[in-house]
């Protein structure tokens, strides 16, 4: 079994490179798009209530994959370009947030949730 | 051999119900969490020129990958709450784009990367 | 009486000017620095609802005009920098808007406000 | 002579009201909209060079103005929400800048740039 987080790496850099588009992926632009991308994935919500928010047609719930997906497609990139293995970076982050929130001091309090992250 | 992609979103789901976090995770929410952790790594590249956006010291470099892993840590909540599998939507997004962009019509072309995208 | 904003558009712009700092100031970074202002605007209202979006305490709501002002003072620096009258502009958009959006057919409707904006 | 600031404010919450959308306006909602309307802007620059970045036609800028005005229009519905006094929340942080960034320490250098902002 080959692992899943390799091949969609690999078949969106196959994408890029076949279109000759790694020349416009300096990580400066990347940031842009990821957070261009993050916004038309927030549009998704925009004029619901926080109430309503997983209220959605079919529709709806393909367009806000599609922008999931862009948002993963540029990481990918962006990670290819520095060299990041993005499984690890997660992992070490995980790491931090472990020790920077521990359990038994920011359990179930939203104040404490607002207040540390 | 398990998938990476099960492995850190195993961790990050774990991490997020030790904390019985998963209350404040509506996708209104964490759309705006991914929308501030993209402008947090768009901020490392601020005041900096496109052709110097990969002059970077480790301490960057590591600042980057925070934030990157941020972003991906919001994705996995989002996708584990509206039940979508990032991987297969990475995938039908190529797919989509391979039909939206064919190779021929935008090769290389700058003007045509920049109106097509 | 002078206008308020000829008033605070001289005042940034002097601020600007006296740090030597309009060198760093292209619209693409503008651009960007407006976005990060916004999303720490944005940042201020995470893990909240929408329902509860107006409770505020002073602090709140003094870090709130700040991050008001920071978008506001870079709007000023580009439009400087374009040549753009932002008066203009905004009596410009709401023209459009009118045309867009006529009284008859969208008023009070969240379907149609959705749908049309 | 009418303050331009105050008659553009008047003009944005006239087309508001005449079409009952304030209810749509929560502040966390309108936070939202000035993040979504600025990665609209922030799209007319992207993947061009930082060099290239006052390169545009008449097409170019006049969407930028639109985006612009977007941005200023919903800064205004938020101000207008909290009774937030736009100019003199500029006045206000210009003051906290200039003791922040004091002349002598922060002129002209890129690097104390930077660190600083």
């Known amino acids: 079994m080959e692992d899943k987080l390799s091949v969609i790496s690999k078949k969106v850099i196959q994408f890029r490179d076949a279109r000759d588009w790694e020349q416009f992926h300096d990580p400066k632009n990347l940031a842009e798009a990821i957070s261009i991308e993050s916004a038309e994935l927030l549009e998704k919500f925009l004029w619901t209530t926080t109430d309503k928010a997983y209220d959605m ?23 290819d370009g520095l060299n990041i ?4 970076a997660v992992e070490s982050k995980i790491e931090i947030n472990e020790k920077k929130y521990p359990v038994e001091k920011v359990k179930g309090s939203s104040k404490k949730y607002k207040e540390f992250s």
């Open 57 to 79: 047609d079919n529709q709806k719930l393909e367009d806000i994959k599609e922008e999931i997906a862009d948002i993963m497609i540029f990481l990918i990139y962006l990670c």
């Open 85 to 88: 293995d993005l499984a690890q």
